[in-house]
């Protein structure tokens, strides 16, 4: 099992493009969620998937978008990138939306924007 | 709000040696509170959960504590390693799932030989 992969690993984006944060878990997990990580500030929750079809809002869900087509893949898009995204990223997903199970975390994806 | 809080903010120790972090909260209503490992430029992997009955949680030289009561929880690790270098961050769940988890601001540690 590959667990949660995310790519890219790093990206640069100029204020104002749009790109993609790939994410996919193989092992069949209902809810994934991502978050961003930003020094001094704990995790915040972005956006979040309790199955195929179904998507909600976290604490900070400005500027982004998500879909969820299949179990295993949850792609998070920045419509029009701001410096104030520049952060770290994660992707994890978990067997159910209950905190008793364990989130799995991808590697993160450091996004600078210029 | 809900807010997790976590101290020392950094720490450093000699290999061998043992060490203690800190979590308050103020996490309502309470379910679990879990603590996560962090490796520099990786992904957070939970060490242990505990929820409000219980009081010790041990994961290999990883020991948690839990007062719920005081709101409080702590992280002993036992016989240090250099491969215990890593953030641990301090993870409070409401009722209602992982759209209620208030995450700490971790605390860094360093293992030095």
């Known amino acids: 099992n590959a667990g949660v992969t995310q790519t890219p690993k790093f990206q640069v984006l100029k204020t104002g493009q749009s790109m993609t944060l790939q994410c996919a878990q193989d092992?069949?997990?209902?809810?994934m969620s991502w978050y961003r990580q930003d020094p001094g500030m704990g995790l915040r929750l972005i956006h979040y998937s309790v199955g195929a079809g179904i998507t909600d809002q976290g604490e900070v869900p400005n500027g982004y978008n998500v879909s969820r087509s299949t179990t295993e893949d949850f792609p998070l898009r920045l419509l029009s990138a701001a410096p104030s995204q520049t952060s770290v990223y994660f992707c994890a997903s978990s067997y159910s939306s209950s905190s008793y199970n364990e989130q799995f975390f991808g590697p993160g994806t450091r996004l600078t924007v210029l | 709000k809900n807010q997790v809080e976590q101290s020392p903010q950094s720490l450093i120790i000699l290999e061998g040696k043992n060490c203690t972090l800190q979590c308050n909260y103020t996490v309502s209503p309470f379910s679990n509170l879990r603590w996560y490992k962090q490796d520099t430029g990786r992904g957070p992997v939970s060490l242990t959960i505990?929820?409000?009955?219980?009081n010790t949680k041990s994961n290999g030289r990883y020991t948690a504590t839990l007062d719920a009561d005081t709101k409080q929880s702590s992280l002993h690790i036992t016989a240090s390693q250099l491969s215990d270098s890593a953030s641990y961050i301090c993870v409070v769940s409401a009722r209602g799932g992982y759209q209620k988890v208030t995450f700490g601001t971790g605390t860094k540690l360093q293992v030095i030989p």
């Open positions: 505990m929820t409000f009955s219980e």
């Open positions: 092992m069949n997990h209902e809810y």
